[in-house]
Structures are given as structure tokens and as C-alpha cells.
T-cell receptor, first 115, second 115 residues
Framework: DAEITQSPRHKITETGRQVTLACHQT?????MFWYRQDLGHGLRLIHY???????NKGEVSDGYSVSRSNTEDLPLTLESAASSQTSVYFC??????????????FGPGTRLTVT | GDSVTQMEGPVTLSEEAFLTINCTYT??????LFWYVQYPGEGLQLLLK?????DKGSNKGFEATYRKETTSFHLEKGSVQVSDSAVYFC??????????????FGSGTRLLVRP
């Protein structure tokens, strides 16, 4: 069965370190998204990609970067981790929509703690 | 910009009670509307969706009707079960916004159903 996986599931890091969170999907979806989930804010979009070599900033992109070298993977990098980036991170993917409504499929999440 | 507002939680109900979770939205175009559910420790799953005014989405006993006149998409279930305990997110996707296919989420409503 197709799926979307994230690794690691839990990560503790120190302020100032570079951290990369992995996201891998086997749906063969063109669209991939990274969100962060914080209490009281729901999910907020960090970055998204509509295909290989395409990346776009979301509403909370400062301090994060992504790259898309193939269809299956969209790693999220925190260049210099800050305590404000302690959160739960979700990756999602979806088909390239035409005029139809699309569904985003979510990974299980990565809980990141920055000390 | 576009936004989604959900009622504050947590909502605590006894088993077999009637559930309503309110959701209202602001959008410049003609959005599609979604309810996603997040069970403890998991990612989000699509619960139901509606693409145009007066559409009713339904799944697993949950229903929501797209009301353009009141800009609402309230989630209802006639008889909740303990297994429905989760966080529920209302979301919209507005293609007219910027020719993108991003989801905008509400802050989530936690539902706790007691036996």
C-alpha cells in the first residue's frame, strides 16, 4: 500500500544546530507540504512543492528550507534550530488537481524539541 | 486573507450524545471545505469534504453542510462513541486565492467522549 513516512518520529536537539527532518511518500504525488502544529494555532504551512525542483514558502517559512530532487522526498531543514521551533511537524502529499477537489495525505508526524 | 474559525475546545460529551462543532470561514473565492480528524499520536485523516454551496459531506456518521449564506461548515454527529475522541480540524482550499492548492486550517477542536 502507498504511504507517507516521516523520520525521525522524535528528535531532541540543541539551539543552533542544523536539523533535517525526512519525508518520503510512495503515492507518486506531485504536491508535498510541510506543516507545524502548535497548540492554539492548528496547522501552519511552512513550505510546499508542486513538483521536482519546485519549492515555495508558506506562512511560517523563516528559519526553514526544503529541496525537491525527486518525486518521493521533501526533506525539511532547520538551518540553526531555535527554541521557538519546538513543535510537531507534519508532512503531507496530494495529487496534482485538475478541477477536482484533492485530499492531502498526512504522515505520522515528527516531534522536535529544541533545548 | 482567507481564514477558518472553529469553536474553542475541549468539547466533553457522554457516549450517544449529539455533537456539533462549529466552523466558519472567510474566503475571497469559492473554496472547497474539509473536516480532518487527528487521533492521538497520529497524523490527520480526511473525514469529509464539500466542494460547493449546499453540498453535504458525510462519513462514519458525521455530516457537514456547506452553507454559503452563513459561511459555515458545522460538523455534526447524532450519537458519538468513545472512539470518536480526537481533534477535529476544519479547513478550506481556495483555488482563486493565488492559483495554489494549499489548505488553510482552523485551530482544531478537541473532542472527549466519556463512557
Amino acid at each position: 500500500d502507498a504511504e507517507i513516512t516521516q523520520s525521525p518520529r522524535h528528535k531532541i536537539t540543541e539551539t543552533g544546530r542544523q536539523v533535517t527532518l525526512a519525508c518520503h511518500q510512495t503515492w507518486n504525488h506531485n504536491n508535498m507540504f510541510w506543516y507545524r502544529q502548535d497548540l492554539g494555532h492548528g496547522l501552519r504551512l511552512i513550505h510546499y512543492s508542486y513538483g521536482v525542483h519546485d519549492t515555495n514558502k508558506g506562512e511560517v517559512s523563516d528559519g526553514y528550507s526544503v529541496s525537491r530532487s525527486n518525486t518521493e522526498d521533501l526533506p525539511l531543514t532547520l538551518e540553526s534550530a531555535a527554541s521557538s521551533q519546538t513543535s510537531v511537524y507534519f508532512c503531507a502529499s496530494s495529487e496534482r488537481p485538475g478541477l477536482e477537489v484533492f485530499e492531502q495525505y498526512f504522515g505520522p508526524g515528527t516531534r522536535l524539541t529544541v533545548t | 486573507g482567507d481564514s477558518v474559525t472553529q469553536m474553542e475546545g475541549p468539547v466533553t460529551l457522554s457516549e450517544e450524545a449529539f455533537l456539533t462543532i462549529n466552523c466558519t470561514y472567510t474566503a475571497t473565492g469559492y473554496p472547497s471545505l474539509f473536516w480532518y480528524v487527528q487521533y492521538p499520536g497520529e497524523g490527520l485523516q480526511l473525514l469529509l469534504k464539500a466542494t460547493k454551496a449546499d453540498d453535504k459531506g458525510s462519513n462514519k456518521g458525521f455530516e457537514a453542510t456547506y452553507r454559503k449564506e452563513t459561511t459555515s461548515f458545522h460538523l455534526e454527529k447524532g450519537s458519538v462513541q468513545v472512539s470518536d475522541s480526537a481533534v477535529y480540524f476544519c479547513a478550506l482550499s481556495d483555488l482563486a486565492m493565488d492559483s495554489s492548492y494549499k489548505l488553510i486550517f482552523g485551530s482544531g477542536t478537541r473532542l472527549l467522549v466519556r463512557p
